[in-house]
T-cell receptor, first 113, second 112 residues
Framework: GQQLNQSPQSMFIQEGEDVSMNCTSS?????WLWYKQDPGEGPVLLIA?????ELTSNGRLTAQFGITRKDSFLNISASIPSDVGIYFC?????????????FGKGTKLSVKP | EAGVTQFPSHSVIEKGQTVTLRCDPI?????LYWYRRVMGKEIKFLLH????????ESGMPNNRFLAERTGGTYSTLKVQPAELEDSGVYFC??????????FGSGTQLSVL
């Protein structure tokens, strides 16, 4: 089946540093989504991307939909302790039923104050 | 407004037993989804309801898993008999039109 390669698996950074993570796929997606999961909670949508080349910001978060439609990245600027959690990319491809998202394995972010 | 709620939050059972997970979607959301995350791996789609009908159940692992959504409100996911590899976190999500999914906190299932 389709898979998303998400990297890095984990990151340990100092508060104030910028963070970058990305996802790649061998298949084309028509939607890319980035979610964050806090401990004991379900994933919460951070940013949704719908067009190739689209660059979208949400506060300190910026995400881009790759031109080839096979990749996406998420940047977090000036990290703070509450950024800690697991970040998942997810894609939805042409022909996939609404909501049938394919997820990456997640990037676990740790922020040292 | 209440979010997606799942019950129980944790379940520990022995191999061969039966477990039923429940999901209450956000009121008015016709779309309901079940996903599962096995430790360290990706979150995988299981199935999708539109109201009481199964729209897509291509992700269901095998016939030991049975999902229902009678009346188009809450949903249950039953695993019978449970096996060790069924352990993981089971997430439910709901959506009004299928674009933005709202996830519950999940049920952590441990099969011993």
């Amino acid at each position: 089946g389709q898979q998303l390669n998400q990297s890095p698996q984990s990151m340990f950074i100092q508060e104030g540093e910028d963070v970058s993570m990305n996802c790649t796929s061998s298949s084309i997606f028509n939607t890319w989504l980035w979610y964050k999961q806090d401990p004991g909670e379900g994933p919460v949508l951070l940013i949704a991307l719908y067009k190739a080349g689209e660059l979208t910001s949400n506060g300190r978060l910026t995400a881009q939909f790759g031109i080839t439609r096979k990749d996406s990245f998420l940047n977090i600027s000036a990290s703070i302790p509450s950024d800690v959690g697991i970040y998942f990319c997810a894609g939805r491809n042409y022909g996939g039923s609404q909501g049938n998202l394919i997820f990456g394995k997640g990037t676990k972010l740790s922020v040292k104050p | 407004e209440a979010g997606v709620t799942q019950f129980p939050s944790h379940s520990v059972i022995e191999k061969g037993q039966t477990v039923t997970l429940r999901c209450d979607p956000i009121s008015g959301h016709d779309n309901l989804y079940w996903y599962r995350r096995v430790m360290g791996k990706e979150i995988k789609f299981l199935l999708h309801f539109v109201k009481e009908s199964k729209q897509d159940e291509s992700g269901m692992p095998n016939n030991r898993f049975l999902a229902e959504r009678t009346g188009g409100t809450y949903s249950t996911l039953k695993v019978q008999p449970a096996e060790l590899e069924d352990s993981g976190v089971y997430f439910c999500a709901s959506s009004p039109k299928g674009e933005k999914l709202f996830f519950g906190s999940g049920t952590q299932l441990s099969v011993l």
